[in-house]
């Protein structure tokens, strides 16, 4: 395996790497850090214990995973068959906004921007000219997914193939074991033990090193902490704080129950809204992922696992697994000489499949801002505070799908509708409510396009839309997006099915 260009090390530089904790988080950090390090100069030790499980409910991704993998040179043929992926389209969301109400956030544009004004309003203009065609029509990825259909998308950006992207589906717990084996070819060690100590510097409070059960000592310049919700480092030891979040977002439970593989292999991820919450589908090559995320305020863990079994497609494969959560982030995700990755620096639920693009955020600012001994407070500043944007910008992104609902059968649904949500959410809000004009900033996960599909998918309609659409006449208008469509729907129908496309292409051995 030929590494990249290394980080030039020094007698400054950190010479010993300890992150604490496996799975998901904790294996994606030792490859990527694997992959910039020459592990013959700085060590890198990964420690976990067979004994503590992993919550491997990260099943499902958005786009930004393909950045992570061809930065370790994974190749994605090999990655898929390893882990048991499928393609994604997008996520569906089901009986958000009413019951038997849908919509989906596709990953990809819609139509074609016209004389510098943004596709959405030249819709909205149509919609007042009486026209019924849905906004879902002029996405291909969206077409594409709801026939079952999936090809790569075209590198000719003249192709209406080239308007979309792709995720995956895969194993959480297979994708660990796969970084884990990437990971040791580079020289990571990883040590199976149980901590029962941390052991922090007299002077300024540093954790100098970790104990295990069986009496080991393992000492580290730079500790990650991916050790799950508890925060073992970032918490226990160093009592960085954790930012509630519930009074947003008041879903604090999800059970995790695995099904039969579907028999269509639908290439999206289903989000249907229940009662006091919403479960998850998510079709991979050998199974089925599903899980029940709810507000234990607003329903017991019995009546919530009755609702997740009765909405399982095809078998159940074993007894639903209860995760306790409280949604929000670390006050500090790096602090003194540990930084916090995964579950120990936040959590928010996966609605959006944002959990796995959280740690791989997290990782890459490690990387950006990687320390030496001396450990710059600027430099650490600058990371908190770039990551404590990153969550509170899809933390805004998610709550919108619940203060958008019109839902009124539950009182879960009364709530989410009537609370008080973030001022720059409100504002955002606002703004499209009244113009049609989705606001973003530029460094965001989040852009135009993905405000705007779920702002629509949910019913919120603007008051008015960009007045440069009348430089174009009505019929010009109804000609251009009506070829949109034709092509679009060709486009899609070409496509082979996506259970033949893995089948062909990159099926599990």
Same mark, same amino acid.
């Given at each position: ?56 409910? %990260? ?10 993998? @061809? ?83 075209? +590198? ?48 300024? %409070? ?10 080991? @000592? ?68 050998? @199974? ?40 929000? +982030? ?14 120990? %620096? ?162 599990? @051995?």
């Amino acid at each position: 395996m030929i590494r990249p260009q290394c980080l030039t090390m020094s007698r400054q530089n950190i010479k010993s790497i300890v992150i604490v904790g496996g799975g998901t988080a904790g294996w994606m950090t030792a490859a990527a850090l694997a992959r910039v390090i020459d592990t013959r100069q700085t060590s890198i030790e990964l420690v976990e214990s067979s004994e503590i499980g992993t919550v491997g409910v %990260g099943e499902a991704t958005i786009p930004a995973i393909h950045d992570f993998n @061809r930065r370790l040179g994974i190749d994605e043929v090999e990655f898929m068959r390893r882990t048991n992926a499928t393609f994604k389209l997008g996520i569906e969301f089901v009986d958000w906004h009413h019951k038997g109400d849908e919509y989906m956030h596709p990953f990809g544009s819609y139509g074609q921007d016209l004389n510098g004004v943004a596709f959405h309003h030249y819709w909205l203009r149509q919609r007042q000219q009486l026209d019924t065609t849905p906004f879902a029509a002029y996405s291909l990825p969206h077409v594409a997914a709801k026939l079952g259909r999936f090809d790569y998308p075209d +590198k000719d950006s003249r192709s209406v193939k080239s308007t979309f992207a792709y995720a995956f589906h895969f194993d959480a717990s297979l994708y660990a074991g796969y970084l884990r084996s990437y990971s040791e070819k580079l020289g990571v060690r990883r040590t199976e033990g149980r901590i029962v100590d941390v052991r922090q510097r007299a002077d300024d %409070g540093f954790i100098e090193s970790v104990l295990l059960a069986d009496g080991g @000592r393992i000492d580290g310049q730079l500790f990650i902490d991916c050790s799950g919700f508890r925060g073992l480092l970032i918490e226990d030891t160093l009592h960085a704080g954790y930012e509630d979040w519930r009074h947003w977002l008041p879903c604090d439970r999800a059970l995790a129950v695995p099904g039969s593989r579907l028999p269509d292999l639908p290439p999206y991820t289903r989000a249907t809204a229940h009662s006091a919450g919403w479960q998850w589908r998510i079709p991979l090559q050998h @199974r089925t992922g599903n899980g029940h995320v709810f507000s234990s305020q607003y329903m017991d863990e019995d009546e919530a696992a009755a609702i997740l079994l009765d909405n399982v497609a095809g078998e159940v494969l074993a007894e639903p697994r209860l995760l306790r959560f409280t949604p929000g +982030k670390r006050k500090t995700m790096w602090s003194r000489n540990c930084i916090a990755i995964g579950l120990s %620096g936040g959590f928010l639920e996966p609605l959006e499949s944002t959990s796995i693009y959280l740690i791989q955020a997290a990782i890459m600012k490690l990387i950006e801002f990687f320390p030496a001994q001396a450990f710059s407070r600027p430099e650490i500043d600058e990371f908190n505070r770039q990551m404590s944007t990153k969550f509170d910008e899809v933390r805004d992104f998610i709550i919108l799908h619940y203060k958008a609902t019109e839902r009124d059968d539950s009182p879960f649904w009364n709530y989410c509708r009537s609370m008080p949500i973030p001022e720059e959410l409100e504002r955002r809000m606002q703004l499209f409510r009244a113009r049609g004009i989705a606001s973003h900033r530029s460094s965001e996960l989040f852009i135009e396009t993905n405000w705007v599909s779920v702002y629509l998918g949910q019913h919120v309609i603007p008051a008015a839309s960009d007045p440069r659409v009348d430089c174009l006449n009505a019929a010009t208008i109804r000609q251009r997006l009506g070829d949109m469509t034709a092509h679009i729907r060709k486009a899609a129908e070409a496509m082979p099915t996506h259970a033949g496309f893995i089948d062909r292409r990159c099926a599990a @051995r």
